[in-house]
C-alpha cells in the first residue's frame, strides 16, 4: 500500500521562504508523476507543481518563477521550495503520486498547512 507524508508546512510572514517534504513509502511502481496540490478555504484542490517520471515538470501559473518542485534519485522524497510567499499562497498543501498498472491510481497525503500571514 502506496503512503505519502508530508511535512515542513507552518506559519510564515510574506515575503518568507518553506520547504515542504512529502515522503513515500517505499518504491512506487509504474510511477507516472509525483506532485503538490493545495486546496484553500472554500476552493477547490488545484496543482501546484509535478514532476513526470519522463522528465516534465508543471507549475501553476501563480508559483512560476517562486516554487520549486524536486526529488531524490529514488523517488522517495519530493521536495517543494517555497520562496516569496504571499498571502494567497495560504492552503492546505497535498503530495500526490500516480501510478499506471491496468489502471491509474491516484495516492494522496494527508496534506500540511501552509499559512501566510503577517
Known amino acids: 500500500q502506496v503512503q505519502l507524508v508530508e511535512s515542513g508546512g507552518g506559519l510564515v510572514q510574506p515575503g518568507e521562504s518553506l520547504t515542504l517534504y512529502c515522503t513515500t513509502s517505499?518504491?512506487?511502481?509504474?510511477?507516472?508523476?509525483m506532485g503538490w496540490y493545495r486546496q484553500a478555504p472554500g476552493k477547490e484542490r488545484q496543482l501546484v507543481a509535478r514532476?513526470?517520471?519522463?522528465?516534465?515538470?508543471d507549475y501553476a501559473d501563480s508559483v512560476q518563477g517562486r516554487f520549486t518542485i524536486s526529488r531524490d534519485n529514488a523517488w522517495n522524497i519530493v521536495y517543494l521550495q517555497m520562496n516569496s510567499l504571499k498571502a494567497e499562497d495560504t492552503a492546505v498543501y497535498y503530495c500526490?503520486?500516480?501510478?499506471?498498472?491496468?489502471?491509474?491510481?491516484?495516492?494522496w497525503g494527508q496534506g500540511t498547512q501552509v499559512t501566510v500571514s503577517s
Open positions: 500526490n503520486a500516480v501510478q499506471s498498472h491496468r489502471t491509474v491510481t491516484q495516492y
Open positions: 517505499g518504491v512506487i511502481p509504474n510511477l507516472l508523476s
Open positions: 514532476l513526470s517520471e519522463d522528465g516534465g515538470i
